[in-house]
């Protein structure tokens, strides 16, 4: 503003409307806040920043191929989000290492559970626990607005001032989900029936599998903090077998160590199988890819998983800008 002032007075009449507009915008633009946001999954900070836009500087706490069911925070994330305007998490048990420092906060600072705004009716019982939830509802771009209308409510709620930019963002980014639940509706429709089964290193894709009707059979459970035992290998050798599955696959964040024994024991009964691709399930690509946003990692395992199994896709997906071509 000082340099306003002193611009203002050296100027002639004739050139000071410029200078005031310039004074305007220098002191609109210290005025104007950013929101600082940290998510804990990397769905959850896109989400962020697709409604948020140029108004929020989103923090995501877990990286390309982290474990959210094991994460347990650092010292610098308890710095981060107790710094932070609004911090966003899934719940549902998703994080649940986190739960209890989570829950904490929340009385002390504006903490939103946003995973936990797809309603019950919605949800998968857990696999392990009386009246808690499967968590992987992002897996079904049909669930998913459900977490993107909270996020934009929970940053309307920690900043007004940027209620109709929010919800215009929002507003897009719904319409590109949609066309993302449409296409894959359509290209998974192209994998033959008795193929519709999905094998994988741990239960995150039943909401995947009840969207777009495929029979999922995980190794480990829902969390992977639940060991696999050599029988659930063994059941799931005779299922691949017996159905002539062809290929499984492995996770981005989650080690595939047991996806190669079923390969293995497969193969020692005489049954080849591929893997079919390496899908993304509970983190998403490299930030700055197309993979390393919502879209573009359920474009990729939409894309992965009809290709492998016997369907219908281009190989570079939805937009054309899968990298991988899967
Ligand atoms: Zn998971």
């Excluded at 499967?134 to 309307?156: G, I, K, Q, S, Y």
């Excluded at 033959?192 to 777009?212: K, Q, S």
Aim: aromatic share 6%.
């Amino acid at each position: 503003m000082f340099l306003c002032i002193a611009t203002w007075s050296r100027r002639i009449a004739g050139a000071a409307f410029a200078a005031a507009v310039l004074c305007l915008v220098a002191a609109s633009g210290a005025a104007a806040q950013t929101l600082t946001v940290v998510a804990t999954t990397s769905m959850i900070a896109d989400a962020a920043r697709q409604v948020g836009g140029d108004r929020v500087a989103v923090t995501a706490l877990m990286g390309p191929g982290v474990d959210p069911h094991s994460y347990r925070q650092t010292r610098s994330d308890i710095v981060a989000m107790t710094q932070a305007d609004l911090v966003l998490w899934h719940g549902l048990y998703l994080e649940a290492q986190l739960e209890e420092f989570m829950l904490e906060l929340a009385r002390r600072m504006p903490v939103v559970a946003v995973g936990e705004a797809v309603p019950v009716d919605r949800r998968l019982a857990h696999d392990s626990y009386e009246n808690r939830y499967d968590p992987h509802v992002w897996m079904d771009p049909n669930l998913w607005p459900h977490v993107v209308e909270a996020v934009r409510d929970a940053l309307t709620e920690a900043d007004a001032a940027g209620a109709e930019v929010y919800a215009a963002n929002a507003e897009a980014h719904l319409a590109g989900i949609a066309e993302l639940a449409d296409y894959g509706r359509e290209v998974l429709a192209s994998v033959p029936e008795d193929r519709r089964v999905l094998v994988t290193a741990h239960d995150a894709f039943r909401y995947f599998g009840r969207a777009y009707g495929f029979e999922v059979l995980g190794i480990q459970g829902i969390s992977t903090e639940s060991e696999a035992g050599l029988r659930r290998i063994e059941e799931l050798v005779d299922a691949l077998v017996s159905r002539d599955v062809g290929a499984v696959f492995i996770e981005s964040s989650v080690s595939d160590r047991n996806i190669r024994a079923l390969i293995e024991g497969a193969e020692a009964e005489g049954h080849q199988v591929a893997v079919g691709a390496e899908l993304f399930s509970d983190a998403m690509g490299e930030p700055g890819t197309y993979e390393g946003t919502y879209i573009g990692m359920i474009d990729h395992n939409i894309t992965a998983i009809a290709r492998a199994l016997g369907g219908t896709a281009p190989a570079d997906g939805l937009h054309g800008r899968l990298a991988s071509g899967t």
